[in-house]
């Protein structure tokens, strides 16, 4: 009897095991038993035990065996065919390069997780469960589209901060100030169709019964040809002028602060996007490059409202507001992005070159530069009607960031400075308010102290704490005004910054902050801008 049943058990696990991955593995732990059965047959005892193990585990099979068959004729042959062709496309495609670069000029830099190209998975009946991290398409599903994956960021900001309109006095809030789409497309293994698409500040809107007020852009929108490692290039589109790492890579666990570096509120003019063609590519192992032309930044912070139909700032009598000037550096004087609305024919020229020497691990820092031989717009007048001539715009920027080997020891420092060919023909100089008067130049640095402390396994993850320190001095107001405006810098823009805090990250995806600031300028008032925030930010 025993030895009919083992091989009647045997025969039905087998042949269960050609239909499930589970039933093989209790075929190999029942043949186990037999074997074990066998080698102690001299012991009837323990015989009898294990037969009726056996007996119990061949009708638990046969109940298996029966529910596997009813799901097989559950299942449509259509699905089952589409599972297969689905798999098979998917494991056709390369693989893209792992995570790590985190560059959004690479379209190959999405971290694993959102690749779209799967390894080749096993043609069943049934398909198998995918194991965690294993979902491009935003952590969900596998993708329907071979080549297709959609990644996303965003952050959260709260906490108080002191208005400096109503006096310094201190006010709590929130902010949604953001989560951006990356849908990356590989058209083929070398054209690549990239995008960013941001909502800002909860809603996509003004929207009174929502208390919605934000936005929906586009912030990068372009197609790669892969033509060499040395050589690339990136069709017509929106992208970022390469001026700064965190211009460049400004996802918020790039960052140690809530907010962003304080170089690129203003200074920098993040998130610096124009329209533009570029080329890069690699140099040597330690030397990557790009070379980007673009539209040129224009010196008109209004709205459209305000521009007219022949394309020019407002008619001479009529007041607009400034794109460069000495309390927001060049933060309105980006240039727009749809419909044909530039008030400006100038080609901005402007490049960098990124260093990661092999002798010095740990080490990476870049140099970049921008040029504009004419940021006035069409039509620009002073207040009293005096057309205004051209001013060039010239930008030098170098950074590094320093991950001391075998230490948790992290060092970063940055210095930018942009340079005015003609500042008494800014309209800031010229429209009736001293405040925020430009001088020859802009310029700030920054230096910042971190340390990385590895907090253990938490939650089946390797958590970690940053606690740092940044300092930082900027400059938007130096010497040399001109124009109709009084002679008059009221030291507004001659800002220091103290940002000390932490951020926790539970995954190299996420990171939990805390940030104290606290600003001086040289203003009678003072800057009254000190703020305590919290922020969750995340990018995958």
Excluded at 15 to 34: E, M, T, V, Y
Excluded at 370 to 389: K, V
Excluded at 413 to 427: D, I, K, M, T
């Amino acid at each position: 009897m025993s030895s009919h049943r083992c091989v009647g058990l045997g025969a039905s696990i087998l042949d269960l095991g050609f239909n499930s991955r589970g039933a093989a593995l209790l075929a190999a732990i029942a043949l186990s038993f037999i074997s074990s059965g066998s080698a102690f047959g001299a012991e009837d005892s323990a015989n009898e035990a294990l037969l009726k193990k056996l007996d119990k585990m061949e009708r638990r099979i046969q109940a298996l065996e029966a529910e596997l068959k009813q799901k097989d004729s559950r299942t449509p042959a259509p699905q089952a065919a589409s599972i297969r062709s689905a798999n098979a496309a998917a494991s056709s495609v390369e693989p893209k390069e792992a995570a790590d670069t985190k560059d959004p000029k690479d379209a190959k830099s999405k971290p694993a997780a959102q690749s779209a190209q799967m390894p080749a998975k096993p043609m069943l009946q049934l398909p198998p469960l995918p194991a965690v991290g294993d979902k491009p398409i935003l952590g969900l599903a596998d993708s329907p589209v071979a080549g297709l994956s959609i990644g996303a960021y965003g952050e959260i900001k709260f906490g108080a901060m002191q208005n400096p309109a109503a006096n310094g006095q201190w006010q709590k809030g929130f902010d949604a100030a953001r989560f951006v789409l990356l849908p990356t497309y590989a058209i083929t293994p070398n054209i690549i169709f990239n995008a960013e698409i941001e909502f800002e500040h909860a809603g996509s809107g003004f929207d009174n019964d929502d208390k919605l007020h934000g936005t929906a852009e586009i912030e990068q929108l372009w197609i790669d040809f892969k033509i060499l490692d040395q050589f690339n290039w990136r069709a017509p589109g929106i992208d970022l002028v390469p001026i700064g790492y965190i211009n460049q890579h400004h996802e918020p666990t790039q960052f140690y602060s809530v907010n962003r570096p304080e170089l690129y509120n203003g200074l920098i003019p993040s998130t610096w996007k124009v329209p533009s063609s570029s080329v890069y590519g690699t140099i040597s192992e330690d030397l990557k490059y790009q070379v980007m032309v673009s539209t040129s930044n224009e010196d008109f912070g209004d709205t459209f409202d305000n521009r007219t139909a022949a394309k020019t700032v407002p008619l001479p009598g009529t007041p607009y507001a400034a794109g460069i000037d000495g309390l927001n550096g060049l933060g309105f004087s980006r240039p727009p992005l749809g419909d044909f609305q530039q008030l400006n024919n100038a080609v901005a020229v402007s490049g960098r070159l990124d260093v990661t020497p092999t002798f010095l691990p740990g080490f990476a820092g870049s140099v970049s530069a921008y040029f504009s031989p004419n940021t006035t717009p069409r039509g620009a007048h002073d207040d009293l009607g005096n057309f205004l001539g051209h001013s060039s715009l010239a930008m030098f920027d170098a950074e590094f960031r320093y991950r001391v080997p075998e230490t948790g020891l992290e060092l970063r420092g940055e210095y930018v400075h942009a340079e005015f060919s003609h500042p008494e023909n800014l309209r800031a100089n010229n429209d009736s308010d001293p405040t925020n008067n430009v001088g020859k130049a802009m310029y700030g640095y920054s230096g910042e102290i971190a340390y990385h402390v590895p907090l253990g396994t938490i939650l089946n993850s390797e958590w970690e704490a940053v606690p740092f320190y940044r300092y930082t001095y900027q400059n938007l107001q130096s010497g040399g005004f001109a124009g109709t405006d009084a002679n008059m810098p009221t030291g507004a823009g001659q800002r220091q910054f103290h940002t000390a805090g932490f951020a926790l990250f539970p995954s190299p995806k996420i990171a939990l902050k805390a940030t104290y600031q606290h600003v001086i300028d040289k203003s009678i008032t003072g800057a009254m801008s000190d703020s305590f925030l919290g922020g969750v930010g995340f990018f995958f």
